[in-house]
């Protein structure tokens, strides 16, 4: 089994993409531009300012360079309000099996929200650490490029064969990929199985029960 976890955090530790589905389509629809959870999953890891443009561009809307922030702004105000998610089922069960397996167990995002790990404690308690968190204060290019997770190789101190990447998103398998390591794919929202083995991934599981009784064998 491997040494070290690299966990991505919307859509595999929280549940928060309903949240962030919610607070896109709100936002979006104010400007004229439609959006869908499949939408928000397939763009997930992009920088909010690259799904506005990706999006506007798709259905002919003109968006002006100073309206980009805006949106920008007024979709953090929407999710902050709508919340930012549960943890996501059974991902306790998870950290309890690498727990007792010794693993090391690292979060690796895009968020960079400053109380991000006492959002962690809060939820699970005593499995995080502060120093074994790449955010997005830690690397320059987000993913699907390769740093975020190589950023958390290079800190593990251990060869790739050893790491492992847990995704949820096309654009997150493709970053754990490109970094050479060997990535797991949880379908947990709207996309297919097929959607995650296509962006690359080593296996694909349909929920944390099935990824827990790997784990465990
Ligand atoms: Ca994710």
Same mark, same amino acid.
């Given at each position: 089994?491997?040494?070290?976890?690299?966990?991505?955090?919307?859509?595999?530790?929280?549940?928060?993409?309903?949240?962030?589905?919610?607070?896109?389509? !709100?936002?979006?629809?104010?400007?004229?531009?439609?959006?869908?959870?499949?939408?928000?999953?397939?763009?997930?890891?992009?920088?909010?300012?690259?799904?506005?443009?990706?999006?506007?561009?798709?259905?002919?809307?003109?968006?002006?360079?100073?309206?980009?922030?805006?949106?920008?702004? !007024?979709?953090?105000?929407?999710?902050?309000?709508?919340?930012?998610? %549960?943890?996501?089922?059974?991902?306790?069960?998870?950290?309890?099996?690498?727990?007792?397996? %010794?693993?090391?167990?690292?979060?690796?995002?895009?968020?960079?929200?400053?109380?991000?790990? !006492?959002?962690?404690? *809060?939820?699970?308690?005593?499995?995080?650490?502060?120093?074994?968190?790449?955010?997005?204060?830690?690397?320059?290019?987000? %993913?699907?490029?390769?740093?975020?997770?190589?950023?958390?190789?290079?800190?593990?101190?251990? *060869?790739?064969?050893?790491?492992?990447?847990?995704?949820?998103?096309?654009?997150?398998?493709?970053?754990? %990929?490109?970094?050479?390591?060997?990535?797991?794919?949880?379908?947990?929202? *709207?996309?297919?199985?097929?959607?995650?083995?296509?962006?690359?991934?080593?296996?694909?599981?349909?929920?944390?029960?099935?990824? !827990?009784?790997?784990?465990?064998?």
């Amino acid at each position: 089994m491997f040494s070290a976890f690299f966990f991505d955090m919307d859509g595999v530790l929280f549940d928060s993409m309903p949240n962030h589905i919610a607070a896109w389509s !709100e936002t979006l629809a104010k400007y004229g531009i439609p959006f869908t959870a499949r939408d928000c999953y397939l763009n997930e890891g992009r920088t909010s300012r690259d799904v506005i443009m990706l999006l506007a561009e798709r259905h002919h809307v003109t968006v002006a360079e100073d309206q980009l922030e805006q949106i920008y702004h !007024e979709k953090t105000a929407a999710y902050r309000r709508i919340g930012g998610g %549960k943890p996501m089922k059974d991902m306790d069960k998870v950290l309890q099996v690498l727990t007792s397996q %010794k693993a090391d167990i690292w979060v690796v995002t895009g968020g960079g929200q400053l109380d991000l790990y !006492e959002q962690l404690e *809060a939820v699970f308690p005593s499995v995080f650490q502060r120093n074994k968190m790449v955010t997005a204060f830690d690397y320059a290019h987000g %993913k699907p490029h390769p740093e975020p997770y190589l950023t958390a190789w290079e800190r593990s101190g251990f *060869a790739k064969e050893d790491c492992c990447v847990v995704e949820n998103a096309p654009l997150g398998i493709q970053a754990g %990929k490109a970094a050479g390591l060997f990535t797991i794919g949880v379908n947990t929202g *709207a996309l297919t199985r097929d959607d995650l083995l296509q962006a690359g991934a080593d296996v694909v599981f349909d929920n944390m029960v099935q990824l !827990e009784q790997w784990l465990g064998n």
